[in-house]
């Protein structure tokens, strides 16, 4: 290396020390006082036109007396850069100016650094606005956030399947936001790697940049979404950074709207594309650091980011910079427009309703700026616009969209992926649109293998919304403004430990002995007995332990059917089981599953035995326009590996046993608190009058809308109404089971005060 140094530069006595790239090496030439960075490749054709390229680069923006950026330094022949035999390889040397100054990594982050930051980026684009070169114009790398789709191919790579699905959907985000909006943006050559050790500072001011090899001719507010990324991605609030850089290079170079309204994604892109490319290091080179540095960071922002509502990062660029924010339709608006078509019979949640626009996994997000945690929606079973499934919906939709009177291969596939999830004996099923519609198909399979009708429901139970599913559940029938209890619907009481008439271990024997003294009375044959195993609008109360355990053997020895409703409770939610009635350590008859199946996508089906099916193949054809079609089972069986891949059952079991003994601890300090029930991620809390087990209707609404105005979503729930419900999608991590607790301790800690 001295050899070199002295032939090609004519360096007397120089001082070498080397300096780890990301994939190339470089050493720290220290001749008396100069220093020099002199940078080596492994020689690739492309590689030398592009580093020609960004010579050419740096030699336009030099100016005089002023060290700002790298310059490059000729070998004795003039050219500045050559080909030579470096330990018997072939590779590509360049020599560099030595630019003094400290990286802004190891410096406070204090506004004024930050704004000189913004505007120094904004100086140098000026500059690159003059500057053309047809081979960075060609380029097309992973680097490059137009180009975002290049990285696809790392994201098998990343180890974690949740962390691989949220990049996923900002990549789907991306497709569907950026792209149809890259052909009108700015375009220009940019350094396009702003971060914290690329920048230098003087005197708390930005004074330089270096390393220029991903230099893109790529849209002009890629600069700025590259800069904003490693300023901020170390920040516990991205947000209170992003303005200052965003203000000062405004004020030099100013942004267009168009600009600003993707800015977010572009920054989301970043980052992405920072994790893919860590993860594909860590994979191919483990031991090459610092490739990986920044990782952390990124996973650490990527997440925060997926927190904060697009429409209020949008609305917070466009105010920092003066233009106006789009404007929006108020919630009161949208409700008068919405009364011009629809009925009000069509209920809103809570006293001030919510105008929804987006949502992803746990969050959703109002067309004001709101981020709101949901801790309530339990259809979304995997999280809100999860990527796997919404890719499934796509494809499929693109391909093929039918019924069950034409052969395809993904009807009999998921049929069998999913009935793999049942005991033995259940063995057939059957493909309807909805949880409603699939009680209605249950109870005409009853009929035909009973030929009786006579039903025996639960207290409180609620099975859909067809005219047969409403006879037989009594949150509907029994209503006051319902139908009333038809003759052959037989009521037994809701097996309540907490608030019914027997609450100690053996309850559930006890509420089953009562039972099976009606079935037996009954002046004719029961044909079915239906339950949820938590019964949700009875006030999410499980099923008291043994209780089907007495009940089932009783319904089948006078010829009925025994079916567990698990529209709600199924799917791994229970945490400790798949299935709710495995909690009674039974097996029905006939199962009804519908809600989560689909992601909130509409399907539902039943779920029988052998026996069962051939009874009801003796009468009319089955058949379903929608049920089963290739959408809908392309959609259940992504939901389905989706619950296995990202271990959702189990994260419902620990976050679920976390959640509820957060709950627990808050009920011993408040009297109001009067019961926790439920497992996994159904949990339900009972709202009381304190020092009695009197139903507090009005608190559980109060907190209720509390929360909402804290965004956070849950709701209430009970015959009273005084049950606060929590069924978030099985993403739901321990923080923000915290951050629930948290904000009804804060509600009820004010309301005490």
């Known amino acids: ?34 220093q020099f960075i002199f940078k080596t490749y492994t020689y690739n054709d492309e590689l030398l036109t592009i580093l020609n390229a960004e010579n050419e ?52 982050p204090i506004a004024e650094l930050y704004r000189s930051f913004g505007s120094f980026l904004a100086e140098m684009d000026v500059k690159f606005q003059t500057f053309d070169n047809y081979i960075i114009r060609a380029r097309q790398w992973e680097w490059d956030i137009q180009y975002l789709h290049l990285n696809k191919k790392y994201l098998e790579d990343i180890p974690d399947p949740h962390d691989r699905n949220i990049v996923s959907y900002f990549f789907l985000q991306f497709e569907e936001i950026v792209i149809p909006v890259l052909p009108g943006l700015r375009k220009q050559i940019i350094h396009n790697d702003a971060n914290e050790w690329n920048v230098l500072v003087n005197d708390g001011k930005v004074s330089g940049i270096i390393d220029f090899g991903d230099l893109a001719y790529t849209p002009l507010i890629n600069e700025l979404a590259v800069a904003i990324v490693y300023a901020c991605y170390d920040k516990e609030d991205p947000l209170k950074w992003i303005p200052v850089i965003l203000k000062s290079y405004h004020d030099t170079l100013p942004l ?15 980052l992405c594309i920072s994790v893919c490319n860590s993860a594909h290091a860590k994979k191919t080179d483990p031991d090459n650091t610092y490739a990986t540095v920044s990782e952390k960071y990124a996973w650490k922002m990527l997440h925060k980011w997926l927190e904060v509502n697009p429409r209020s990062a949008e609305n917070l660029f466009r105010e920092t910079v003066g233009i106006p924010v789009r404007p929006q339709r108020s919630a009161s608006e949208e409700i008068q427009k919405r009364h011009q078509h629809l009925s009000p019979i069509l209920s809103l949640s809570y006293s001030q309703p919510i105008f929804m626009d987006r949502a992803a996994f746990q969050y959703m997000y109002d067309t004001h700026g709101n981020t709101f945690l949901d801790a309530y929606n339990n259809i979304p079973h995997v ?29 009999s596939e998921y049929a069998e992926k999913l009935l793999s999830k049942f005991p033995k004996p259940l063995k057939k099923i059957y493909f309807v649109n909805s949880g409603s519609a699939a009680t209605d198909l249950a109870m005409r399979m009853v009929y035909a293998r009973t030929q009786h009708r006579k039903t025996m429901v639960l207290e409180h139970g609620y099975h859909g919304n067809t005219q ?58 029961i044909a079915a007995f239906i339950a949820e195993p938590i019964v949700g609008c009875g006030g999410q109360i499980p099923l008291a332990d043994g209780y089907l355990k007495g009940i089932y053997p009783a319904i089948r020895k006078q010829g009925g059917i025994c079916i567990s ?11 400790g089981c798949y299935w709710g009635f495995e909690a009674q350590e039974v097996i029905p008859d006939l199962v009804i599953i519908g809600k989560p199946m689909g992601n909130g996508h509409p399907i539902g089906a039943v779920v029988t035995t052998d026996e069962i099916a051939e009874s009801f193949s003796k009468g009319v054809e089955f058949f379903s326009s929608f049920g089963g079609n290739p959408v809908s089972c392309a959609i259940g069986l992504a939901v389905l590996e989706v619950i ?9 079991k620990y976050v679920g046993a976390y959640y509820k003994s957060l709950f627990m601890e808050l009920q011993k300090k408040y009297d109001c608190i009067g019961d926790v029930r439920g497992s996994g991620l159904f949990l339900g809390v009972d ?58 301790g804060d509600v009820l800690k004010t309301r005490k005060e």
């Open 383 to 411: 999280g809100h616009s999860h990527p796997r499934i919404v890719e499934a919906g796509q494809r499929q939709l693109a391909r093929l969209n039918t019924n069950t009177r034409y052969l395809y291969n993904l009807l």
């Open 468 to 525: 047969m599913a409403i006879d037989i559940s009594d949150y509907k029938f029994s209503n006051p403004k319902g139908q009333g209890q038809k003759d052959y619907i037989i009521k037994i009481p809701i097996p309540d430990t907490y608030r019914g008439k027997y609450t100690d271990e053996y309850a559930g024997q006890y509420y089953a002995t009562e039972a099976v003294e009606q079935i037996e009375h009954a002046n004719s044959p």
């Open 57 to 108: 680069a740096l030699l336009h923006l030099q100016e005089k007396d002023n060290d700002t950026f790298p310059r490059p330094i000729p070998f004795r022949n003039g050219d500045f850069i050559k080909t030579l035999d470096l330990d018997g390889k072939k590779t590509i040397c360049r020599m560099l100016s030595f630019l003094e100054g400290e990286f802004s990594g190891d410096q406070k």
């Open 565 to 575: 409703d698990e529209v709600q409770t199924g799917f791994g939610r229970l945490g």
């Open 644 to 652: 296995e891949e990202e271990r959702l059952q189990e994260n419902a």
């Open 256 to 270: 267009e709207q168009k600009e600003l309204n993707i800015l977010y994604y572009l920054i989301a892109a970043r």
């Open 687 to 744: 709202i009381v009058e304190e020092g009695t087990r009197k139903t507090d209707r009005k608190l559980a609404g109060h907190i209720k809308n509390e929360l909402r105005q804290k965004h956070i979503l849950i709701s209430t729930d009970g015959p009273d109404d005084n049950v606060l419900k929590t069924k978030p999608p099985l993403c739901f991590t321990r923080e923000n089971a915290e951050e629930v607790i948290e904000a009804i």
């Open 1 to 34: 290396m001295k050899e070199i140094l002295k032939t090609e530069f004519g360096f007397r006595s120089p001082k070498i020390k080397r300096i780890n790239g990301y994939d190339n090496v470089n050493y720290c030439i220290r001749e008396k006082s100069d």
